[in-house]
């Protein structure tokens, strides 16, 4: 596809992505991966380890720089070698698999701290927050199911508290692309549950991208998946769709003993 048709394209669209390449030295994560989300969609993205998921993750947040192919988010914006902090002030959110919370400050500090990101720490605690941010930061609170633990001390909290904790870190930014790798390792079956709730309620705030590997959390909750092999693009599709393709079956759903 040419560069105009990719923009028209991408008019309904919050990301499209064609033929992205990676390379680490001689090694291809990526080779040629095509991704397309719209908004307020949330889209699962699996399969077998060393697939190229988290790649992708760190391409669509900056970490990793694409080789080849064109990433273009929010209809005109081109991701290809924008930093970081840029890319986050454009809209997209990322939480990491490990929690990178403040594990000395209470529930609502880190909340505090996520939400005024470009101030120093001590400057944020002093300063009062106006009434619009106590609010935001409230429903965002009560959104991640943590207002009781609110004073708690973060470090204290249950393994699946810390993951909500991080994720609503991540929403005080309000990111219109909410990027999440295997939000559920690790966690009980409820808080399984819970976290499946939560994303559903984060899909009333922005467009989720969720890699994961547990199948039975995937069925429940996803609309759309695609699954990656070898860095590229195996299938896309429903639930349905993709666990009935056979290249899917033989390469991954087979081994994980779901079909
Ligand atoms: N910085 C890097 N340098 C070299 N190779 C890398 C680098 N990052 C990832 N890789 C390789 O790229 C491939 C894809 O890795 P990636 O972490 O994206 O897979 P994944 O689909 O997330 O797998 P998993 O399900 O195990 O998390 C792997 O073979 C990995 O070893
Ligand atoms: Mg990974």
Known sequence: MQSEQIQAHSQKKILNCKDIIVKFGEFTALNKFSFHIDRKEIHFLIGPNGAG????????????????????????YDLNGKP????????????????TIFPYLTVQENLEIAMKQNKKVFSILKAKMTKKEKEKLDKQMETIGLTKQKTL?????????KQWLEIGMVMMQEPELLLLDEPIAGMTEEEEEKTGKLLQELKKQCTIIVVEHDMDFVSKYAERVTVMHEGALLSEGSMEEVQ????????????????
């Open 53 to 76: 998921k988290t790649t992708f993750l760190d391409v669509l947040c900056g970490l990793t720089k694409i080789t080849k192919g064109k990433a273009v988010f929010d209809n005109d």
């Open 84 to 99: 970081e902090f840029e890319i986050a002030r454009m809209g997209i959110g990322r939480k990491f698999q490990a929690p």
């Open 153 to 161: 001390i973060a470090g204290n909290l249950s393994h699946g508290q």
């Open 244 to 259: 009935n393709n056979d290249k899917v079956k033989e390469v991954y759903l087979g081994s994980k003993g779901a079909v």
